[in-house]
């Protein structure tokens, strides 16, 4: 919860350093930052803010934090835009070179993040496809060609995606040892790995009811 709450922290309007609250007070670190805030919200507060995965976070007006745009995708370049894009996943991890995919995301980072800026200046909505939250790298593991996404993946092979995703978030998220420059959202663990509806649909499935 901390870690996905401080995303919403990075986007806080702050006009000044010393805010009067601790959350508000940039000259503090994150963690403490983001246990003052999470104290001042409230259960459904915090909900919906890791809820809205789609589109956008509501703004909590009170604590002084605007709205927060999910939903980039970062896996082969920045998609939605005429940015430069770079081969997919399963064409990466055949190369297995990790500084490859390294660069790759850390240039796709920088294209998200200038045509964030661009948006936020021009006073643009910023909606899907125009935030700096991506949801990548895609670490699912290619066990089963019926899936039909198994080219978003690095490959069948758990240590090598585990490997390549890793760099891949470092890459997304920069060397500024304070500030992220895109962040990073690991899809979709073993959910999406096999076929939708062999021998059970996926998102139906009630493990309770096979015990």
Known sequence: MMSALLVVVCVVAIDVAHGALP????????DA???????????????????????????????????LSWWTNCGRGDVARNATGYPQFIGLGASFDSDLVYRIAEATSIEVRAYYNYFVAHHERINIHRGISCFSPNVDVFRDPRWGRGQETFGEDPFHAGELGYIHVKGLHGKDPRYVRTSSGCKHYILSGGPEDWPVNRHKYDPKARL
Not at 23 to 30: A, E, H, K, P
Not at 36 to 52: C, F, N
Request: hydrophobic fraction near 35%.
């Open 23 to 30: 959350y508000q007070n940039t000259n503090l670190g994150w």
């Open 33 to 67: 930052r983001v246990d003052d805030l999470v104290r001042r919200m409230t259960l459904q507060e915090i909900q919906v803010q890791l809820a809205s995965g789609h589109g956008e976070s509501p703004p909590i007006k009170h604590l002084g934090i605007k709205n």
